[in-house]
């Protein structure tokens, strides 16, 4: 019968769109169909199934509100801990910065506050990156000394590399006291290196103690 109302030219010229969509809702089967009879045996399960629906998408959007607010209470908590550690490294790199700094100044007396800071920020970086201690050595001093080539100053370097541990303080004291009582502005660029050279290698041993004091 739906296939009759399909075809126009058996309907009368005079119904409308509405009015075949309406016919042909009515002759669809009765369990596909919207009971229009409240008092029929078999609207109550239609409604009985209906309001099942209603209910469990109910249930369905009270158990999404509460587990998006458990799971943005959690991600709440996770980026505060996230913000606490960055923060805790970043005093805790500052802390050890100064620290480092005021070691400096006792060991290397006389040399300029700014030419030390400059080696310590720099030690600092390089203690984290796996490296030789040529390498670090040499950047550490470039720091300071940019227009050196880093072949001219791994020359310097070298020896701290290949230094027994017995023979470090010696060598260090040995630098140091060449430049004691005299104006850091006097010396030549050979022997600020040698000086910068061994305040790098002192600022390194020095993080290697904290990290292993940690």
Same mark, same amino acid.
């Given at each position: ?11 009368p010229?005079s ?32 409604f ?54 005021e ?5 290397? $007396?006389?040399? +300029? *506050? ?5 080696? =310590?920020q720099? %030690?600092?970086?390089? &203690?984290?990156?796996?490296? #030789? ?9 470039? $720091?300071?000394l +940019? *227009? ?5 100053? =791994?020359?310097? %370097?070298?020896?701290y &590399?290949?230094?027994?541990? #017995?023979?470090e ?9 060449k ?33 292993n004091?940690?």
């Amino acid at each position: 019968m739906i296939k009759k109302i399909n075809n126009s030219h058996n309907l009368p010229s005079s119904l409308t769109q509405v009015e075949l969509e309406f016919l042909e809702l009515l002759l669809q089967p009765e369990d596909a169909a919207y009971p229009w009879n409240p008092g029929d045996n078999q609207a109550e399960t239609y409604f009985d199934e209906l309001e099942k629906q209603f209910a469990m998408q109910d249930v369905l959007e009270e158990e999404l509100n509460t587990r998006a607010q458990s799971f943005y209470g959690n991600l709440d908590t996770l980026w505060s801990q996230v913000t606490n550690c960055v923060d805790y490294n970043c005093t805790t790199n500052v802390s050890i910065l100064d620290s480092l700094c005021e070691t400096l100044h006792t060991f290397a $007396t006389g040399v +300029p *506050t700014g030419w030390l800071k400059a080696i =310590a920020q720099k %030690a600092t970086e390089v &203690a984290a990156v796996q490296q #030789s201690i040529n390498e670090q050595l040499v950047q550490c001093v470039q $720091t300071v000394l +940019p *227009t050196w080539e880093t072949d001219d100053l =791994a020359v310097f %370097a070298r020896p701290y &590399a290949y230094a027994m541990r #017995s023979s470090e303080q010696q060598n260090l004291a040995s630098v140091i006291n060449k430049i004691k009582n005299r104006d850091w502005a006097t010396l030549s660029e050979m022997e600020q290196a040698k000086v910068s050279v061994a305040i790098a290698y002192y600022a390194l041993r020095q993080l290697d103690k904290l990290e292993n004091e940690a």
